[in-house]
């Protein structure tokens, strides 16, 4: 039963970082890219993951007073050239739907037939078709404030794909708020960004640095972008969620306007934010070994796997019942306010079965033989741990420990990739370390880097610009931790008062 | 305080359904039609019913082993030709995508740009892009059954739109399945038409009568659909939900091909089946009166709407805190697996709040007042009573007893419905009398009928035909309960074995 190392992913991360996140996927039957080009198939060992982070994401949202609404896939051309930024940001990548039925053509060919007056886009972000919503919902400050929510699918149009971390359709939520005051609007945005905080450390086990986005990395049609920004292990930058404070802008092209307390008519203040299947990516880019993917417990498909072993008749029958009875208690354990996801795999395939699981990432893997059953007990593997680094263990005790475990997992996963994010973190004022930091250690292995330097930037366009094109590094974020501290720009030298995040990014 | 009933639905029932219909939706802030031709905006009220729709949903079809997944929003037009009867059916009313993108012409307008080889089509439904999945996935029947189900939005062009019935996009679920025997899809497609039996009587208090579509109405390319069928107030069916047994055609189409336990290659035996929004236009035409919505409890958006009547400035807090501690208490309450869902509406806005939601149809009004909480009582109105009919009562009681009070006002529902359903079908036998059922009493008022009629069919497509064309009535279902007996045709007076289900339909 002893398996080589052989059946693990190749290429190792080490190898080819890319390719290396592509079959690690394939591995885990988690996804896959479909015939429809740029579109993926999210399988169902992906979705449950989405159905987790969507069930703790929604009950966040709700606590803060915010409730779920629905709004039209399609966008009139019209309602998108409302912001001039936003049309700017979206006109480029869309699906445009210009007829509504098919016909035969001479050949027999089924041809595009009924010809829209208006084209119709499939919806890349929904600020202004529920702009004009609000604009006929909103009346009063007692309207006010207006908070929903919406799960829903959207799509941009885009030449490299790479499964959940650049589809042309994926799945996210975006949230849209209206306010009567700014600094109101401004709480929310940053009240919501906490939340995609909470999720990536708290759920998915993923450490991100907060910040502001500059101006030319800011959502089009945005007075301010607000991120979170983790690292992944090959210390390249993955934006996991934005929360945007529109200001008026979105509210004076929609028209949505209220009676203030005093009387006055007044222009709405407004807020958006989203976090999409992307960050499923990131889960995976941060936790996931050479081995294949690895689950935080919190949000993980399943918890744990039974593999019976059923290699002898005469007892295939009893050691099932104990699997099935081990299944019945742990289902009734409470995680975090869910029942244990319990699964057990009982196909007699040898050791290709635990291999499946560990490519699958479950936090658990039991097996259960027929020496485990008559001593009452279970042999654990955690996937957090070594292959050989397993355990026997009485069956009562496990029951009573696995939720404990579990935290053990999900707190070891946080550390872990904590710590990988300080140790690739580095202040940079020299510009010649800047450059080195950034440039490949060997050309062949272009991916790998230094990872996250916090250096000063004079806070202009063209200085963004210039490293941008000289080393494809940007700046991710302003975090909202900086000191003010007087330095000399990365890039011109001048003045500058304080540092910003720049990384190589997703 | 008191009301009179001219804030009561414009028109009534009886005055004019359809009209009453769309009133009585606006009034209950439930969803409204976009400027988007076709599609609606489900709001806040409408979207929470549709969340409980689809938590129970979920629950019940992941207890028969069926785990969910997702698909691409876009279809070839080569996937959608694959199977003749399929594309015949869908490509008369589909959103078609041609472009990827929007540039500026010479008149500084926006036009589509970036012509895409292939035309996509938005999914009208998924069997062929599923079915691709399917053919990919599945080599041997150790993969079968294949059990899945997408939660998803689809588009299918209407020109004459009504909220909930019939518009362009609307959300719903679609189960896909794939079996090794026809024996076990054929079993697989009338289990799923159970869960829906269920979802309608148990959850939504609709009776239905589940039967298997004629040839002229089934889903195209499938070889059985069942459905479930009920009946409005206006005594018009509503297909509320369809099960499909498709034989082998969409794995033939899709080349879903299997190694049998035999060693031979077989095509795969398939099912899909749906529910949608549409069960939500079905709930309100089944329930709500002239006063408004009417929520059966088990799905309602809240259980209860806490009312405290703030009018006095020396008692508002006491009154506010006595409120929001029964509502702390109700919460911890559980009805059917999940906490009391309570409202609390503490505006100072006289009757119109009660109004309010009387018709959004909350199950239970609860007022409160400073007499009321010197009595440690509450004053509760259901929503299936007179509105005269209130009383007051212990708060303790009362909490002790509202999901009692709830499962009263769920059976009470269903109760009334089954009576209405029972009242308005009957056996005729006779052609006259089936003309004069189906004709309206006056001709002022179309909609007004007999309601369901089992009558006998000979089984020629023709018959069915005439009668359709000639009373606008279809046969709803070839019920599962019907009895052999042999009759005269109602159409043509020829020999038949049993009587159908006609109807008039939405």
Redesign the interface.
């Known amino acids: 039963m002893t398996q080589k190392n052989d059946t693990a992913i190749r290429p190792t991360r080490a190898e080819n970082y890319p390719e290396w996140y592509q079959q690690v996927i394939r591995a885990s039957d988690m996804a896959e890219l479909?015939?429809?080009r740029g579109?993926?198939?999210?399988?169902?060992w992906g979705?449950?993951l989405?159905?987790n982070m969507v069930r703790a994401l929604d009950d966040m949202f709700k606590a803060t007073g915010v409730?779920?609404?629905?709004?039209?896939?399609?966008?009139?051309?019209s309602f998108?050239?409302k912001e001039a930024e936003h049309?700017e940001g979206f006109?480029?990548?869309?699906?445009?739907?210009?007829?509504?039925?098919?016909?035969k053509d001479e050949n027999n060919r089924?041809?595009?037939a009924?010809k829209l007056n208006e084209?119709?886009?499939?919806r890349p972000t929904s600020e202004t078709?529920i702009g004009?919503?609000f604009a006929r919902w909103i009346k009063s400050y007692?309207d006010l404030p207006m908070l929903?929510n919406q799960w829903?699918?959207v799509?941009r149009?885009e030449m490299r794909t790479r499964i959940f971390l650049r589809t042309s359709?994926f799945?996210w939520q975006e949230g849209h708020t209206v306010h009567a005051t700014k600094q109101e609007a401004i709480d929310r945005t940053y009240m919501m960004l906490n939340v995609y905080k909470r999720m990536a450390e708290e759920y998915l086990a993923i450490p991100v640095i907060t910040g502001e986005k500059s101006v030319a990395e800011k959502f089009p049609g945005a007075e301010i972008t607000t991120c979170i920004e983790a690292m992944m292990q090959d210390k390249k930058a993955l934006q996991a969620g934005t929360s945007h404070f529109l200001g008026q802008n979105f509210a004076r092209a929609s028209g949505i306007r209220f009676q203030s307390a005093m009387e006055t008519e007044e222009y709405g203040w407004t807020t958006s934010w989203g976090v999409s299947t992307r960050m499923i990516g990131g889960l995976i880019m941060t936790h996931s070994d050479d081995n294949g993917i690895v689950l935080p417990p919190r949000v993980a498909s399943a918890h744990v796997v039974l593999l019976p072993i059923l290699k002898k008749k005469e007892t295939n029958d009893s050691v099932m019942a104990y699997t099935q009875a081990i299944a019945g208690r742990l289902r009734q354990q409470n995680y975090h306010g869910t029942p244990l996801r319990v699964e057990i795999d009982d196909r007699n395939i040898g050791g290709t079965r635990n291999w499946d699981w560990i490519k699958k990432g479950v936090p658990l893997r039991v097996e259960i033989g027929p020496k485990d059953m008559d001593a009452d007990s279970v042999f654990v593997s955690r996937r957090d741990r070594e292959r050989k680094d397993r355990f026997s263990i009485q069956k009562d005790e496990f029951i009573g420990k696995i939720t404990e475990i579990l935290d053990e997992i999900q707190s070891g996963l946080y550390e872990k990739a904590l710590c990988f994010l300080k140790e690739n973190t580095r202040d940079i004022d020299d510009p010649d370390e800047f450059n080195a930091f950034f440039s490949p250690k060997n050309p062949e292995e272009p991916e790998i880097h230094g990872g996250f330097a916090r250096s000063h930037w004079c806070g202009r366009a063209e200085c963004e610009k210039a490293v941008k094109e000289r080393l494809n590094v940007t700046i991710r974020c302003i975090p909202f931790d900086r000191k003010e501290q007087s330095g000399a720009c990365i890039q011109c030298g001048e003045e500058s008062q304080g540092r910003v995040v720049f990384a190589k990014a997703y």
Chains 1, 2 share one sequence.
């Not at 579109?39 to 169902?44: A, E, F, N, T, W």
């Open positions: 479909s015939p429809v579109c993926m198939v999210i399988k169902p979705y449950a989405w159905e409730r779920n609404a629905y709004f039209p896939l399609f966008i009139p051309i998108l050239e049309v006109a480029k990548e869309c699906a445009v739907v210009t007829h509504h039925k098919l016909e089924l041809v595009p009924g084209p119709l886009i499939v078709i004009d919503a007692r929903l829903a699918n799509v149009w359709e799945l």
